[in-house]
């Protein structure tokens, strides 16, 4: 396990945390003027920032449109200063290309695309600085993104990374639990019905374990929604005080 | 929901410069887990006291290097924050002065902080910032706070010491550098280089050592056996234990074993290193994991000391483990320390260096004193058994002789209570303190069944799962018994006491009980659960058998009781004991069916006197009762072994006995038939048979010989995992059961324990309830299982050692030249290429006896069988060794008795050999061989004579004796075989003995 000790015997994590805490989650909407919808979200130090375009007519081949709902295009990029060393391409990598469609699956399950047949939805995320859990920020800074566009959602998505460390699941790993060879999951959750937008997980855990840790990070995607939820009607009150 | 934030920037080094920004959250507030605490901290168990004139504050530069002073127990009340557990250099002093000021003021300065640096400027810069929080360099800190403590300072001095001398270090390079780590693994992978554990020739330390390989890592040869490394140069700087990596050498280059006899003393006669049989020979190109640990070493005397001319405050230091080389230590008390055992530690082994360095952290004291010998073993072991600390007492319930503890009536209603209606009584060791089995018999429904039960102290009860009490007894595995003394696994408060079940009181207890067909013994019913019993009679071995044998005696519980009330209850006891026997005896003849072992241990018992001198080394007692207990015992862990198999297949902990390799019964087979029987190894049932007919009537030491060969051969018996292994591998060879665990010493052995818990657990899972606490996963079982067989394994090797230290010290004081008892009868079991080795059924002893000295002198036979040194040859035979010298020629043929001179080799540095040297070819005092055991046996009624006389003059020691008494006779159980050995052997000897034997025992009394 890289040596690391990811919980110490009294229960703190590496980075003082204890095992359900999440990181200090903050976040503002409506950053750009330009875009139907923008948000910004910071989750500990990793940074996100979130732009919805649409829904709009189809841009480009009118082939991909779907006669009874929207389409959701989501493009996934990294800063190139995001990373502890600097990476060469910011986007259009697999791994970039892999997160936009798990992006477009989570947004797909969320989004009432059935109000907007033949048009479509542009979501562009950008990670600013990779510190662990890119998936689920991207998602959070997302939700608020599309919400500040005024899109109708089901719910808010809200998604969350757990890990598993000696019999206990952690929540929200930063980079260094990440890398420290715990198995992840990641889930996207809608709060107030509970359902699962999103699970994924790429690392072998038993299967006793399985539902623990799902249970986790439904909680710690509560915690997450709760964030949010202050985080929109803030934005909201303050929106509406200025037009006032 | 959310902490305060800051960000730690950190920077690190891979490959390239890189910067990582590391958050890290700051709480308002944790608990402090003093005992002052005025804020209601959540601090569960208080591990500060708070009758301290003050608390220490180390730094992380402290901490990591100053450790081991702050390990000592004297220090109390010492706080490492978790700053300075994570050695963050940066910063990491002012975290740690504001630690130690919330304390001061957390605590509303009700308690003094001093927090130690070694910083200066840290000194100058905080000293005087806040009253009540002291900051100082280590050295003022022990100077000032302990001036008494002498061990602190000693260390301090040590070990700065050694970290000044890590600086100043330039020579030439004595061995090559290792390689880096990468090319090492790259190297493994590809074949080029091999992995292995170096394992060091005790015998010649200086030039063979072994590497053994995990699995086989290379197709194009066997290595199996090994890779040799000889010699110090190819060992390049690895230490016994490390795990290597080996390169090998060209075939031209590869040497063989030697297989003659050497004396351990090191002195290697480099030259005839054997030519013959070649093995794979290889160099240690660099290390992957070192494995050092604490090591005993004893420092030279002064006159010894060799090159003092460089430095004086540098020794060469001999360690206790010959497999490990001279350490060089710094020290500035080599004058006061000689011929001292001390302590070390590795600090490191540079290429420039011909031997490591190392500093003391520990002075044991004087070689050759008891204790200085007894803690050497332990340290040597790794066996770490501090007195209980106070948050572990905290948790036992109380009990005092005022105020003893009672069952709780509540607790009471759940279990099933067996006080009334059975009559409950254990048979132990005398002197007996943790009684963790009783026994009870009775017959039902109109005596067509009969109830067998064994019930067992119920040790979860009071130790719950992953307390500290249950994290300390894991770690020890196992109550460690030495030759005089014993640490227990538990409290005393529980082994002694609460758990312990004594006569006469109410206690828990997990009980298994059996309904037998009372004619054909077939089991009916069995009931497993939990308990309340009182045990009516404490009896002890001696006096169940003396009750059997219907004599007279007296039971000390019935003392109090009239005549005729007496009889009645006396007439009850010897029922059920009778009963006790019959069943005993039916099980033991299922066994012997299924082909179970009867072998051969060697255990001697040192007596000591009041003041620890050894006045006799015995052999064991061994009596029926012993068998028919141990018969209950094996039963009771073989149904509950089945039990929690059948409800846990894939996590229960089982112990199992692996057939032995049949390679390894190739000596017995040889030397058996040399004497003119066939061994039949095939089966355990085989064997058994073919060793009950092996028996020479002329001579019975031959087939007790034949069985511990026998034993030799077999293999370990293990702890283990049902989901690790397929069943077909679960069974027990030495006890021929399918399935069998440890389930009837929770006091002593932890694996009972995690059997108790396993067993509740299925009886709860049997009444639909669910577990209440989470089961351990069959991978933590099976890392638990290989735990405590490793404790098993060091608990033995100290045992062994301690009983040979006192073999030696009972030695030591005699002359063997004029005393006749270092004079005895020796049969010869294995022919050497220089010698023989010999066996001494009298005091136990293995040992070489060489036939040809370090001048090329031989032992010669003179016509009356004694012998003398004289110049010849010494030739090999399978079944014998002739020597030649002068024309005449004289033999030693296995298994012929021949009278050896025990002496002790004594050593300053290392543990103390007995020495055996022939004295005559012929057996010892003539008329005595036709009868050993009797021999042997008048002896040992001479011993237990001595034995009672001096139990007697000192009553005011008798508890002492009595502890001693049972650690003998308790340490035999990992051995269940050599107690059954025991038993048989009983048949030897003449009937009266046994009534001979308790008589003293019992006026002792």
């Known amino acids: 396990m890289a040596g690391l000790e990811l919980l110490s015997d009294q229960g703190y994590r590496l980075d003082g945390r204890k095992a359900t805490e999440l990181r200090k989650v903050q976040a503002r909407m409506g950053v750009f003027a330009q875009a139907d919808g923008s948000a910004y979200l910071e989750q500990g130090n990793t940074k996100a920032l979130a732009v919805v375009y649409g829904p709009h007519e189809i841009r480009g081949s009118r082939s991909r449109a779907l006669h009874d709902r929207a389409v959701i295009n989501c493009q996934y990029s990294m800063a190139t200063f995001s990373t502890a060393e600097r990476k060469r391409r910011p986007h259009g990598d697999r791994k970039s290309t892999e997160m936009s469609l798990h992006l477009k699956q989570t947004f797909e399950a969320a989004v009432l695309t059935e109000l907007y047949p033949r048009s479509q939805i542009d979501i562009y995320v950008k990670i600013l600085q990779s510190d662990g859990g890119n998936y689920s920020v991207c998602v959070n800074a997302a ?41 992840s999951l990641a889930l996207a959750l809608l709060p107030r019905g509970g359902q699962i937008a999103l699970v994924q997980m790429d690392a072998r855990l038993h299967q006793d374990h399985l539902d623990t840790l799902i249970e986790a990070a439904m909680t710690a995607c509560k915690g997450v929604s709760k964030v949010l939820d202050q985080v929109v009607r803030q934005h909201l009150q303050e929106a509406s005080t200025l037009q006032e | 929901m959310i902490k305060t934030e800051k960000t730690l920037h950190l920077r690190r080094f891979r490959g390239r410069k890189v910067r990582v920004v590391r958050e890290h959250y700051l709480r308002e507030q944790v608990p402090c887990f003093s005992s002052l605490c005025q804020a209601d901290c959540a601090n569960g168990i208080k591990v500060l006291p708070g009758d301290l004139t003050h608390y220490v504050v180390p730094d992380a530069d402290v901490v990591v290097n100053y450790l081991e002073i702050l390990e000592l127990r004297e220090l109390q009340g010492i706080i490492f924050t978790q700053t300075a557990c994570q050695a963050l250099h940066s910063k990491g002093r002012r975290c740690v002065y504001s630690a130690a000021v919330w304390y001061y003021n957390h605590l509303a300065g009700m308690m003094n902080v001093v927090m130690i640096t070694e ?51 330039d020579s030439q390079r004595e061995f090559p550098e290792h390689l880096p780590a990468e090319v090492m693994e790259a190297g493994i992978k590809s074949g080029r280089y091999i992995q292995g554990t170096l394992s060091v020739n005790k015998h010649r330390a200086l030039n063979e050592a072994l590497v053994l390989t995990e699995g086989s890592c290379s197709q194009s040869m066997d290595l199996s056996s090994g890779v040799l490394v000889h010699g110090g140069k190819n060992r390049n700087r690895a230490v016994h234990g490390d795990v290597v990596v080996v390169e090998l050498l060209p075939k031209s280059e590869w040497k063989g074993r030697v297989t003659a006899l050497t004396e351990g003393q090191g002195d290697d006669r480099s030259a005839d290193d054997g030519q013959e049989n070649p093995m794979p020979t290889g160099r240690v190109v660099g290390v992957l994991q070192r494995n050092w640990r604490d090591y005993v070493v004893t420092f030279p005397s002064r006159d010894a000391t060799q090159s003092q001319s460089r430095n004086c405050q540098r020794v060469l230091t001999i360690p206790w483990d010959r497999r490990i080389p001279k350490i060089r230590i710094s020290t500035q008390q080599a004058d ?125 009860h009071f130790v719950a799962e992953g307390s ?14 030495l030759a005089d003394r014993r640490y227990d696994m538990l409290p005393a408060v529980l082994s002694a006491d609460l758990c312990s ?505």
């Open chain 2, 468 to 481: 500290l009490t249950d994290l300390e007894a894991r770690t020890r595995a196992t109550t460690y018994y």
């Open chain 2, 501 to 1005: 079940l004594l006569g006469g009181v109410d206690r828990y207890a997990m009980s298994v009980l059996w309904e037998l067909d009372a004619e054909s013994l077939a089991v009916r019913r069995v009931w497993y659960g939990r308990t309340v019993i009182r045990s009516s009679y404490q009896l002890h071995y001696e006096l169940a058998q003396a009750l059997l044998n219907g004599e007279e005696v007296r039971v000390p519980e019935l003392e109090q009781f009239c005549p005729e009330e007496k009889d009645l209850k006396l007439a009850q006891l010897i029922q059920a004991l009778e009963m006790l026997t019959r069943v005993a005896r039916h099980l033991r003849l299922q066994r012997d069916r299924g082909g179970a072992l009867e072998l051969e241990g060697v255990e001697v018992r040192a007596q000591l006197d009041k003041d620890k001198n050894i006045t006799a080394l015995v052999p064991r007692q061994p009596l029926e009762v012993h068998e028919t207990v141990a018969e209950c015992m094996i039963y009771a862990n073989h149904w509950v072994a089945r039990k929690i198999q059948e409800s846990f297949p894939n996590r229960a902990l089982l112990r199992r006995h692996p057939p032995p390799r049949q390679e390894l019964f190739n000596q017995l087979v040889d030397t058996a038939k040399v004497m003119g029987f066939s061994i039949d190894t095939r089966t355990n049932k085989a064997l058994a048979d073919s060793l009950d007919r092996a028996a020479d009537p002329q001579d019975p030491m031959v087939n007790r010989l034949l069985r511990m060969m026998a034993t030799r051969a077999m293999s370990q018996a293990l702890y283990f995992s049902t989901g690790s292994q397929p069943q077909d591998q679960f069974y027990h060879y030495g006890l021929a059961l399918d399935r069998y665990t440890h389930f009837t010493s929770p006091i002593r052995r932890y694996a009972d324990i995690v059997v108790h818990r396993l067993l509740t657990a299925a009886l709860e899972l049997e009444q639909g309830a669910e577990p209440a606490g989470i089961l351990a996963t069959n991978r933590e079982l099976e890392e638990l299982a290989q735990h405590i067989n490793n404790k098993n394994w060091t608990a033995q090797r100290a045992q062994s050692a301690s009983t040979g230290l006192f073999q030696c010290l009972f030695f030591r004081d005699r002359d063997p030249q004029t005393d006749l008892r270092c004079l005895a009868d020796a049969i010869v079991y294995s022919i050497r290429d220089n010698g023989v080795l010999v066996f001494v059924s009298e005091y136990g002893i293995k040992g070489p006896v060489y036939l040809k000295n370090k001048e090329g002198q031989v032992v010669s036979a003179e016509p009356d069988g004694s012998c003398k040194w004289q110049s010849g040859k010494v030739r090999r035979y399978p079944s014998y060794i002739t020597t030649t010298s002068g024309g005449c020629t004289s033999t030693f043929r296995l298994m012929s008795h021949i009278t050896v001179r025990i002496s002790v080799h004594s050593s300053n540095c290392h543990s103390d050999a007995l020495v055996l040297e022939v004295v005559s070819n012929q057996p010892h005092r003539g008329s005595e061989p036709q009868r050993p055991a009797s021999q042997g046996h008048r002896q040992l009624v001479q011993e237990v004579v001595r034995l009672a006389e001096s139990a007697q003059q000192q009553a005011a020691h008798a508890p002492k004796l009595s502890r001693e008494e049972r650690d003998f006779l308790q340490s035999k159980t990992p051995n269940l075989y050599s107690i059954l050995e025991e038993i048989r052997e009983l048949a030897l000897m003449d009937p009266e003995a046994v009534p001979r034997l308790t008589d003293p025992v019992k006026t002792g009394q």
């Open chain 1, 143 to 183: 939700t608020l993104a599309v919400i500040d566009a005024g899109i109708p959602m089901r719910d808010y998505v809200c998604a969350c990374t757990v890990g598993f460390v000696d019999e206990t699941s952690l929540a929200d790993l930063c980079y260094a639990e990440e890398s420290g060879g715990v198995s």
């Open chain 2, 119 to 169: 910083d200066e400027e840290a000194v100058a810069q905080y000293s005087s910032l806040h009253s009540g929080v002291y900051v100082i360099s280590v050295q003022d800190y022990l100077q000032n706070f302990w001036p008494d403590l002498q061990a602190a300072q000693e260390l301090y001095t040590s070990i700065s010491q050694a970290l000044e001398e890590k600086e100043a270090e």
């Open chain 2, 336 to 460: 006061t320390l000689q011929d001292h055992r001390v302590v070390v530690r590795l600090d490191s082994w540079e290429s420039t260096s011909l031997y490591p360095n190392g500093h003391s952290v520990k002075v044991l004291g004087r070689a050759g004193e008891l204790e200085t010998e007894v803690q050497t073993i332990l340290v040597e072991n790794c066996i770490h058994v501090p007195a209980f600390s106070e948050a572990q007492m905290k948790e036992m319930p109380l009990s005092s002789p005022e105020r003893p503890w009672r069952v709780d009536p509540a607790e009471a209603a759940k279990r099933r209570d067996l006080r009334d209606s059975h009559l409950v009584f254990s048979i132990d060791p005398v002197g007996c303190e943790d009684v963790d089995d009783t026994l009870s018999v009775r017959s039902l429904a109109d005596g067509t069944l009969l109830e067998l039960g064994v019930h067992i102290a119920d040790v979860t």
